[in-house]
């Protein structure tokens, strides 16, 4: 088995000492400019264009490899400034990829400024719909009012009066949703130094009964990430009473906040 094709994990601004973890094995760097790339060389039967198509289709292929590939940029980002590259970035020559460092060389070294001592943290928050309701009328001045004015009706004014509130329910948790979620965001986002909106997830995804309300990215100073993580822990415990919760993931190497067009 020939290996004729360049997997590039990422680009760093010093040069890795590849040979001080097992899990290097196999890697090595190209230099270009003074930019280091982190690369092994890979079979054409696994990571051609046309057998790489087919290998993502391979769950199992595909969850070991994946894993693999952001470990690897992971234990290098410990030590070392790194721009990851996506899984699966494939060139057919060093000159291809010596190219491309040339070409988007600028670029490049402002990335690095941007993420240099930074790690990326992921944030979703979700929202339990009936513990809000629960907390609807301590919550809402409107349901309040309409509760008070409930028991004190008739049965036959009680029952229309409950079918209005059952509607400014409704109203009232897209409200609270977006308030508590802007809330939480602004209040994370003043811990870190960039951060990006992700697309919400669906519940067939996220294998959870509650609702996602935010999905984002942060850049985190390194040295600040303790103190984030105290201050999310905090966050956690004072919004979960009104049925919200916060997920944190990470630290990650920084794919939110890098757009690099590779070229094959």
């Known amino acids: 088995m020939i290996n004729e094709l360049i997997y590039v994990y990422c680009i760093s601004d010093r040069q890795p000492e590849l040979g001080k973890h097992p899990d290097f094995e196999g890697l090595r760097c190209i230099l270009t400019r003074g930019i280091f790339t982190v690369v092994k060389m890979v079979p054409n039967s696994e990571f051609s264009e046309e057998n790489l198509k087919k290998n993502l289709s391979d769950l199992g292929w595909l969850d070991t490899n994946a894993r693999e ?3 690897t940029i992971s234990l290098l980002m ?3 400034n790194v721009i ?3 899984f699966g ?3 057919n020559s060093q000159d291809s ?3 491309f460092i040339r070409d988007y060389y600028d670029s490049l070294i402002e990335k690095f400024e941007l993420i240099g001592g930074k790690e990326e943290w992921g944030i979703k928050i979700y929202y339990n719909r009936n513990v809000l309701i629960e907390q609807i009328d301590e919550l ?3 349901a309040a009012d309409l509760e008070n004015q409930i028991m004190a009706s008739s049965p036959g004014k009680a029952f229309l009066l409950r ?6 329910i409704e109203n009232e948790l897209n409200r609270l949703t977006k308030t508590y979620g802007q809330e939480y965001y602004n209040e994370i986002k003043q811990l870190s130094d960039a951060t990006t909106l992700n697309n919400l997830l669906p519940k067939e995804l996220t294998g959870r009964e509650d609702t996602m309300i935010l999905n984002a990215a942060f850049l985190i ?3 600040k990430a303790n103190d984030f993580n105290a201050s999310i822990i905090s966050l956690k415990k004072k919004c979960v009473n009104v049925g919200f919760d916060i997920e944190v993931t990470g630290p990650w190497p920084p794919f939110s906040f890098i757009s690099i067009k590779e070229k094959l």
């Open 84 to 86: 990851p590259f996506n």
């Open 97 to 99: 990829l010596e190219k």
């Open 163 to 168: 079918r209005k509130k059952s509607e400014l």
């Open 140 to 142: 809402s001045t409107e």
């Open 69 to 71: 590939h952001i470990r």
């Open 221 to 223: 100073q390194r040295v």
């Open 78 to 80: 410990e030590d070392y």
């Open 89 to 91: 970035t494939i060139y």
